[in-house]
């Protein structure tokens, strides 16, 4: 994953916004959006954003059960 690839364009959000708001807590696509704007203009980059947050949040709990 490249942190500074921007995900939403419409909120200049980036694949490392959106990893910072999972690795602080957030487990869903709304919270994403709440902490980052991510999604919540054009709505263009949600499919984007959905399978980031997926895998990300997928990728969190598999570190913190180890
Ligand atoms: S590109 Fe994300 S809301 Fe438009």
Redesign the pocket.
């Known amino acids: 994953m490249d942190p500074n690839r921007i995900i939403?364009?419409?909120?200049a959000v980036t694949a490392g916004a959106i990893k910072e708001a999972v690795d602080s807590g957030a487990d869903t696509v709304e919270e994403v959006q709440g902490i980052t704007g991510?999604?919540?203009?054009?709505?263009?980059?949600l499919e984007e954003v959905e399978k980031l947050v997926k895998s990300l949040v997928a990728q969190r709990n598999a570190s913190q059960s180890s």
């Open positions: 939403c364009n419409c909120q991510a999604g919540t203009v054009c709505g263009a980059c």
